[in-house]
């Protein structure tokens, strides 16, 4: 089946400073989105790209889908403490099937 | 959590009792994603929905799992003679019928945990 690996899987960062994190596939995607999880919540869609070679930015969050379609990566600056929590990618094949996930990422960050 | 609604949000079964999650999307969407979460672990795909028909079951387990949504109520996850392996997180997300940006909309999940 369709695997997503995301690396690190872990990160711990000083506030203010720049996050890097990204996600690969054995699989072509057509759309990859990514969404942060806090604890005891569900995931929250941060951004959503949809075409290869595409870089999306939300506030201080950037993301790029990548031209092989087998990647993105999300980049995260000036970290705040908020930012804290789990970083998941997801890819999609079909505009009408389901979402796969990727490991996470659990950020950390410290003042 | 972008008015997907699940409840209960925290369920406690003994083992072989059966346990039923519920899932109301959001407004005006006609699709719905049941997910699951093991601690520490990402999200895997259970089961895609439309009103009345099931679309992709292909992360269901082959027993004493179902799922419906029905014509008229929320989408119903059933497991039966419940494990202590069932315990996770198990999440429901909607999209709107006409797909168009595929972006799916989680609730903020229910919690089974089986003595």
């Known amino acids: 089946g369709q695997q997503l690996n995301q690396s690190p899987q872990s990160m711990f960062i000083q506030e203010g400073e720049d996050v890097s994190m990204n996600c690969t596939s054995s699989s072509i995607f057509n759309t990859w989105l990514w969404y942060k999880q806090d604890p005891g919540e569900g995931p929250v869609l941060l951004i959503a790209l949809y075409k290869a070679g595409e870089l999306t930015s939300n506030g201080r969050l950037t993301a790029q889908f990548g031209i092989t379609r087998k990647d993105s990566f999300l980049n995260i600056s000036a970290s705040i403490p908020s930012d804290v929590g789990i970083y998941f990618c997801?890819?999609?094949?079909?505009?009408?099937?389901?979402?796969?996930f990727g490991t996470g990422t659990r950020l950390q960050v410290t003042l | 959590n972008a008015g997907v609604m699940q409840n209960p949000r925290h369920l406690v079964r003994r083992r072989g009792q059966e346990a039923r999650l519920r899932c109301s999307p959001m407004k005006g969407h006609s699709h719905v994603y049941w997910y699951r979460q093991l601690p520490e672990e990402g999200l895997k795909f259970m089961v895609y929905l439309q009103k009345e028909n099931i679309i992709d079951e292909s992360g269901m387990p082959k027993e004493r799992f179902s799922a419906e949504f029905p014509k008229e109520g929320p989408s119903i996850l059933r497991i039966q003679q419940v494990v202590r392996g069932d315990s996770a997180a198990y999440f429901c997300?909607?999209?709107?019928?006409?797909?168009?940006?595929?972006?799916?909309?989680f609730g903020e999940g229910s919690r089974l945990t089986v003595l």
């Open positions: 997801a890819g999609r094949t079909g505009t009408a099937s389901k979402l796969t």
């Open positions: 997300a909607s999209s709107p019928p006409s797909y168009g940006t595929g972006e799916l909309f």
